[in-house]
């Protein structure tokens, strides 16, 4: 069986068996897949929706205190 043919036959599996959180999951295999083959990243809505709201609270001023800064460094060996 061919590679298309084996992931057709996979990906009908997966839509009509997996539960939502497990084909978020593969989702997320596959776009990191794609960004490595095309140098491109597409963000997924929920990516876009939390890059927006950082920006906008960097409009509003509102940035992490420099001690929260350095814990959170400290805490992952940064």
Do not use: H, Q
């Amino acid at each position: 069986m061919g590679a298309v043919r084996t992931l057709r036959t996979l990906m009908d599996r997966v839509e009509k068996t997996w539960p939502e959180e497990d084909m978020a999951e593969l989702e997320a295999y596959a776009r990191e897949i794609e960004s490595r083959r095309t140098g491109l990243y597409d963000m997924s809505d929920e990516e876009e929706a939390a890059v927006l709201e950082g920006l906008a609270e960097a409009d509003r001023g509102e940035f992490v205190s420099d001690e929260d800064r350095a814990a959170a460094l400290k805490r992952y060996g940064l």
